[in-house]
């Protein structure tokens, strides 16, 4: 019985009895080494026996799995191994994004599900298998060295031997991790090495790796914290309306903004793409005086009424809905020269009925991080300068293609 890593591909690697990955209980898209598992084994791939909620990356309830469970998914093939799920994770990346019941999904109950997962692994017939390295610490944002400290307990307790595989495009070799009684003591010490990025050789990169050569005596590496500068990037709020899409509240340059932006995921972190709209407060609160006509309009669409709204926000921002498709349009638009109608630019936000209820759900958690600063907000069509018609019609706000003429 041993912990060892092994340096190569895990889905190359035909020794084991099985390979083991860690897996949410809720989406119906794989990502990460998922994803990879899906794209080598299609038979390997929980997410896609989920049934979705329609126009959601959710499972419907009874296809959901429960957390600290484990799903084996038995290979078709002769001489592949079987695919593990470890269920130690009640929603995708770091958790926390959407508040699904009936479970809270923080990281000690992820490393709770992680050990009781484990435990139901033990009473399997599997001798030897293999672990990606850093599981549950890539897109699910875990402490490495408290999962590595479960998986060596779980080896000494269980008799079995876990290959930990770490991607590289050098020459495949195994080093032993750990070995011994639970009296011992275990101290692991680490050193990066420059090897060459995989697709790619003409790119070098730093890998982590044990330091076979250190002594106990000496100080072990120690991870450097996050700087305070590290920390402000992170939004006041961040909320998920389903397809990737978010209703993210942040602060750049002294100005706060709320954002309906597309995320992407990368190495566990949630980055924000080009894709999506930024609104001031005042646009913001409009949106939200404006969510019972908004809700009017989707009710006359799904009964094959006719349906032409269309509300501005200010500065050319503007909210549409039509009977062509059935999206809630938040768009800049703007008058080319020479033309006398504004059109639609790609700076904005198309999104369906049920990202709309979402963002409904979402607005008095967006007020409560608000709070007097969205109260304060005027309408500039309500201030005192705008009590004549001279004032409306010089607003570059309220009448931003025609201001300039008066």
């Known amino acids: 019985m041993s912990v060892s890593y092994h340096y190569g591909c895990i889905l190359q690697i035909k020794d084991v009895d099985a390979i083991v990955h860690q897996c949410n209980c809720l989406t119906v898209k794989s990502h990460g080494l998922s994803q990879k598992i899906s794209e080598c084994f299609p038979w390997g791939d929980i ?8 126009g959601r990356n959710l499972a419907v309830t009874n296809h959901r799995g429960k957390p600290g469970t484990i799903q084996i998914l038995k290979s078709p093939e002769e001489n592949t191994p079987d695919i593990i799920c470890l269920l130690s994770q009640w929603d995708f990346g770091r958790g926390g994004i959407r508040k699904i019941p009936p479970y809270e999904d923080s990281t000690s109950n992820r490393e709770l599900w992680f050990s009781q997962s484990l435990q139901q692994l033990k009473q399997t ?12 610490c890539g897109l699910a944002g875990g402490k490495w060295e408290v999962y590595l400290d479960l998986i060596c307990k779980f080896t000494y307790s269980s008799g079995k031997d876990v290959i930990i595989i770490i991607p590289s495009v050098k020459t495949a070799q195994t080093v032993t991790l750990c070995r011994m009684a639970p009296h011992q003591k275990k101290t692991t010490c680490w050193k990066t ?3 060459e ?3 790619d050789p003409g790119k070098i990169r730093k890998r982590l790796f044990i330091d076979l050569d250190r002594t106990e005596k000496e100080e072990p590496l120690v991870k450097q914290p996050k700087t305070e ?7 006041m709020f961040r909320g998920d309306i389903g397809r990737n899409m978010y209703l993210v509240v942040s602060e750049f340059l002294g100005q706060i903004r709320v954002h309906l932006r597309v995320y992407e995921e990368e190495d566990g972190n949630l980055f924000p793409t080009k894709k999506g709209i930024a609104l001031d407060l005042e646009k913001w609160k409009k949106i939200t005086c404006e969510a019972d006509e908004i809700d009017s309009a989707i009710d006359k669409y799904d009964a094959e009424m006719p349906v032409s709204y269309q509300k501005h926000l200010g500065e050319n921002y503007y909210i549409t809905m039509d009977n062509k498709y059935p999206l809630v349009n938040i768009r800049k638009w703007w008058m080319p020269p020479g033309e006398d ?12 009925f049920e990202q709309w209820k979402s963002v409904k759900d979402l607005m008095p958690e967006v007020q409560s991080k608000l709070g007097d ?7 500039c069509e309500c201030s005192e300068s705008h009590q004549n018609q001279l ?12 201001c300039m003429n008066h």
């Open 229 to 235: 500068d590290a920390t402000k990037k992170e939004p």
């Open 197 to 199: 990025t995989p697709g």
């Open 373 to 379: 600063l969205l109260e304060e907000v005027e309408f």
């Open 193 to 195: 090495q420059d090897v």
């Open 391 to 402: 004032g409306f019609l010089r607003c570059p706000r309220c009448n931003p293609n025609e």
């Open 125 to 136: 017939s599997y001798k030897r298998l293999a672990f990606p390295y850093k599981i549950g």
């Open 341 to 352: 109608e504004i059109v639609p630019t790609k700076k904005g936000a198309s999104i369906t």
């Open 47 to 54: 997410y896609r026996r989920r049934t979705p909620v329609r």
